[in-house]
């Protein structure tokens, strides 16, 4: 299993101003316009994909532009579906994030009816 560290580095303190790392990349995503994300997705490696799930599982906890996290999750499986299946660490994260998405999308589906 794949760990990763959420230490505050000076780099996140002084360009973030005190954002954890989940918020850091959050806050370079949304700086993206939307239909440039699946371009920009392009551009990781698969080595990056245990940390972008790990920050997608961050944001899903503390609710966090749903809409585009959610975007950012499906772009990403359709890129990396062979890698993610390939790799049983991936899943296991993967397994954690339906759970949280399907919780939360469920509740926003109920407060707008």
């Known amino acids: 299993m794949i760990y990763v560290s959420c230490v505050q580095g000076s780099f996140y303190l002084a360009v973030g101003k005190d954002k954890t790392p989940a918020e850091f990349v959050l806050m370079a995503f949304e700086k993206i316009p939307l239909p ?29 532009n749903i809409i585009l996290t959610c975007r950012i999750l499906d772009i990403t499986l359709k890129l990396f579906h062979r890698s993610i299946i390939a790799n049983s660490s991936l899943r296991f994260y993967l397994e954690s994030i ?14 707008l009816g």
């Open 98 to 111: 339906k759970e949280k998405q399907r919780s939360t999308l469920k509740e926003f589906r109920d407060v």
């Open 36 to 64: 440039d994300i699946q371009e920009a997705l392009l551009c990781l490696s698969t080595n990056a994909l245990p940390s972008l799930f790990y920050y997608i599982n961050e944001w899903l906890q503390s609710r966090k």
